[in-house]
Every structure is written in C-alpha cells, then in structure tokens.
C-alpha cells in the first residue's frame, strides 16, 4: 500500500524559511521521479517541484524558482523541499507524490495521497 507522511509544515514570517520531508512507503522512490505539490486555499492542488531518477535534475515551477529546492534520500525512502524567502502567496498545504513523465509535462504516479503539511506565511 502506497503511503506519504508529509512533515515540517508551520507558521512562518514573510522571508523566513521551512524544509520539508516527505517520507514514502510501500514503493522505492529510487525508480520514480519525484515531486512536491501545493494546494491554496480556493485553488486547485499545483506541482511546484520535480526531481528525477536518473540524474537528480530539477524543475520548478516560475512561481518558486530560486527560492524553493527539492532533494532526495534514496537510502531513507525520503523526499525534501527546502523553502526559503517564503512569501504570503506560498500559503498551502503542501504534499509529495511520484511522478511519470507525461509528454513535456509530469502526472502523478500514484491517486493516493497524504495529508499533507500546512504550511502558513504571515505578512
């Protein structure tokens, strides 16, 4: 059974900074490109992160480029997500989930997901 426990999510000043842990179980992340995605208030859930299995490359999306940065622990079935210079606009409830390539796009690996992490930025 395919699980995602998200972790590190809190309240946090304008310009402050968080990291995230996603640990997976009941598959090997090593095989999969990996993701974060974010869901705002109001707002349908956005993919904000891609680390492949290859080469540990990465993608972001424009709204958080250079200031967000996906890791991942292949040993500890973990994937992180270092954030910092948080704004306003990244309150969310952040979760994880393996992707498969899809085109030039991404799409989840798996229709389960955790409960993700709330992660709150105060102006």
């Known amino acids: 059974q395919v699980q995602f426990v998200e972790s590190g999510g809190g309240l946090v000043q304008f310009g402050g900074s968080l990291r995230l842990a996603c640990a997976a179980s009941g598959f090997k992340i090593s095989a999969y490109a990996m993701s974060w995605h974010r869901q705002a208030p109001g707002k349908e859930r956005e993919l904000v992160a891609v680390i492949t299995s290859t080469d540990g490359s990465t993608n972001y999306a424009d709204s958080v480029k250079g200031r967000f940065t996906i890791s991942r622990d292949n040993a500890k079935n973990t994937v992180y997500l270092q954030m910092i210079s948080l704004k306003p606009e990244d309150t969310a409830v952040y979760y994880c989930?393996?992707?498969?390539?899809?085109?030039?796009?991404?799409?989840?690996?798996?229709?389960?997901w955790g409960p993700g992490t709330k992660v709150t930025v105060s102006s």
């Open positions: 989930n393996a992707e498969i390539p899809y085109g030039k796009t991404w799409v989840a690996a798996w229709d389960s």
